[in-house]
């Protein structure tokens, strides 16, 4: 072998080894300590506190909307009227048949006054086989008269008994059945009235009007909403959380997020609802927060990102997920090592035992 091929091979095995030694610098490194947060992460939609629909309790047609979208409102305000399409021809057949089960009720009609004179006329039977059963019991006591004609007049007599008995709850049942009708003949008389005159929504809340959902002259039924209507100044922040991350959410966490509005601004908030029903088709549970310190403008369905503040540690000893091996172990110097982990965000983790800030781990090869 000449001095030149010597030369190249020692050259080889220095560059091989320099190599080695830079790509070993890379992937092993020391434990940080650092601040750690965990978080559970959810999307963001902004809505008005005590948001709600307004319906009509009537069918009818728009007459007009009294307010505009955007206007102020007080409690009791009128929104909107709509006229009743029902045929009057309802409210009066509804009238007379309140005034029909009025006048049964009364006795003025055949249907208590009949019950009333077949009392009268069983009483007065009853009288008479009363005193004929009388009579004859004491003749027999006497010895006098047959035995038939005696168990004949006594029940005659008990006889007329039971028909008088029968006859007073024929009429008492009659009369609750007649009240009744009165009653139902009543309300469904004023049901008639109320669905053939115009009908007014009214706000229920003090805020403002979002959206109106009808225009002048279109049809109206009581199964669609006719406004959305919510405060005026008041926000919530709506967010919804995955069902793997919903048992980590507690009332008043923090909340951390941003607004697509609001590009450059970082707003904190505090978990004050968390709904216990998952919505099946997305998979999520929704949570509620309110801002610490709201924005001045803020609108109906602005959209974003939120983290809720599960755990915050400081000065804890951290490293990169991606030197974790199996989720329980990492590689040094002398071999695999079991650590417990703790806290971790998205591509950190916290060491709480097995290594510490002056334990080299390396990274393990993909």
């Keep these: ?13 220095l560059f091989f080894s320099l190599v080695l030694s830079c790509g070993s610098k890379q992937d092993k490194i020391l434990p940080q300590k650092s601040s750690l947060t965990e978080s559970v992460y959810s999307s963001v939609t902004i809505q008005p506190d005590s948001l709600y629909q307004a319906y009509a309790i009537v069918a009818g047609i728009l007459d007009k909307n009294l307010v ?15 006229v009743n399409t029902t045929p009057s021809l309802n409210t009066d057949n509804a009238k007379l048949s ?7 009720y009364s006795g003025s009609s055949g249907v208590l006054k009949s019950i009333r004179d077949q009392i009268a006329a069983a009483q007065l039977k009853l009288k008479n086989d009363s005193i004929n059963y009388y009579r004859q019991k004491r003749l027999w006591k006497q010895k006098i008269g047959s035995k038939v004609e005696f168990d004949n007049r006594k029940l005659a007599f008990e006889l007329s008994q039971n028909n008088v008995s029968l006859l007073r709850s024929e009429y008492q049942r009659t009369q609750n059945e007649l009240r009744t009708k009165v009653q139902q003949a009543n309300n469904n008389f ?10 007014t929504v009214s706000s229920k809340i003090n805020g403002k009007v979002y959206a109106l959902f009808k225009n002048t002259g279109e049809l109206v039924n009581t199964m669609e909403p006719l406004a959305s209507i919510g405060s005026a100044n008041t926000f919530i922040i709506e967010m919804l959380v995955d069902e793997v991350d919903i048992v980590k959410v507690k009332l008043h966490q923090k909340v951390v997020l941003t607004l697509d509005a609001y590009q450059d601004q970082i707003f904190e908030a505090e978990v004050i609802k968390i709904y216990p029903r998952k919505d099946s088709r997305s998979q999520t549970f929704k949570v509620e927060a309110v801002f610490d310190n709201q924005p001045e403008v803020l609108y109906p369905g602005l959209s974003g990102e939120g983290n809720i503040i599960i755990a915050q540690r400081k000065n804890t000893v951290v490293i990169p997920k991606a030197y974790l091996i199996d989720d329980t172990k990492v590689l040094t110097d002398d071999g695999l090592v079991e650590v417990k982990t703790g806290l971790q965000n998205l591509d950190k983790i916290e060491i709480l035992e097995g290594i510490n800030a002056n334990t080299y781990i390396l990274k393990p090869e993909e």
Aim: charged share 20%; glycine share 6%.
């Design 190 to 199: 004023k049901t008639a009235q109320v669905a053939t005159t115009d009908f």
């Design 68 to 82: 505009e979208e955007g206007a102020i409102v007080a409690k009791g305000d009128a929104i909107l009227q709509v």
């Design 1 to 13: 072998m000449n001095a030149t091929n010597s030369y190249s091979i020692v050259l080889g095995i």
């Design 98 to 104: 309140f005034q029909l089960a009025k006048e049964n």
